[in-house]
């Protein structure tokens, strides 16, 4: 199983379980750690943990993959859960905006993770103009995110 297949079925059992802004980031040629990052959302601790489990477990289920190493706690709000080649950061909504990884990995494509030919064409419409919109989200808060971390040092600041 090659890492792309495998991160698109990480993205796939992620959706399963309701994790928001799914996104495959091609980072061959960019990182020498990995190839692929999945990068979604979790809204509370016990999605964290759903989401987490439900990729740990199918692909060892399913397909025989055991990640090589689980990182992170429900307290840090992110999780990473690393298969050969391909990295799945699961973040809160705040850590995510907070970190932008999209953002820092900015000239890495970014790849569908679903499987188009499965998909009837009213579906493959709705599937880009949701890329689309989650494209024009992420560089909104991508572009929030320096300026609260500015804001943020500017309040310490006055504190001390």
Same mark, same amino acid.
């Given at each position: 199983?090659?890492?792309?297949?495998?991160?698109?079925?990480?993205? @796939?059992?992620?959706?399963?379980?309701?994790?928001? /802004?799914?996104?495959?980031?091609?980072?061959?040629?960019? %990182? *020498? #750690?990995?190839?692929?990052f999945v990068i979604c959302?979790? #809204?509370? %601790? *016990?999605?964290?943990?759903?989401?987490?489990?439900?990729?740990?477990?199918?692909?060892?289920?399913?397909?025989?993959?055991?990640?090589?190493? #689980?990182?992170?706690?429900?307290?840090?709000?992110?999780?990473?859960?690393?298969?050969?080649? #391909? +990295? $799945?950061?699961?973040?809160? *909504?705040?850590?995510? /905006?907070?970190?932008?990884?999209? /953002?820092?990995?900015?000239d890495a494509p970014v +790849?569908?993770?679903?499987?188009?030919?499965s998909l009837p064409p009213?579906?493959?419409?709705? $599937?880009?103009? =949701?890329?689309?919109?989650?494209?024009?989200?992420?560089? @909104?808060?991508?572009?929030?995110?320096?300026?609260?971390?500015?804001?943020?040092?500017?309040?310490?600041?006055? =504190?001390?």
């Amino acid at each position: 199983m090659d890492a792309l297949e495998i991160a698109r079925l990480c993205a @796939k059992y992620a959706d399963d379980k309701k994790a928001e /802004e799914i996104v495959l980031l091609d980072l061959r040629g960019l %990182s *020498p #750690v990995t190839d692929f990052f999945v990068i979604c959302s979790a #809204v509370s %601790s *016990p999605q964290l943990r759903a989401v987490r489990d439900e990729i740990v477990e199918q692909m060892r289920k399913e397909h025989g993959q055991k990640p090589l190493f #689980v990182d992170g706690s429900y307290e840090s709000q992110w999780l990473i859960v690393n298969f050969p080649n #391909v +990295l $799945v950061h699961i973040q809160s *909504p705040e850590k995510r /905006e907070y970190y932008a990884l999209e /953002e820092l990995w900015g000239d890495a494509p970014v +790849l569908p993770w679903q499987e188009e030919t499965s998909l009837p064409p009213a579906a493959k419409k709705a $599937v880009a103009k =949701k890329v689309t919109a989650k494209k024009a989200v992420t560089k @909104k808060a991508a572009r929030k995110a320096p300026a609260k971390k500015a804001a943020k040092k500017a309040a310490a600041r006055k =504190k001390a």
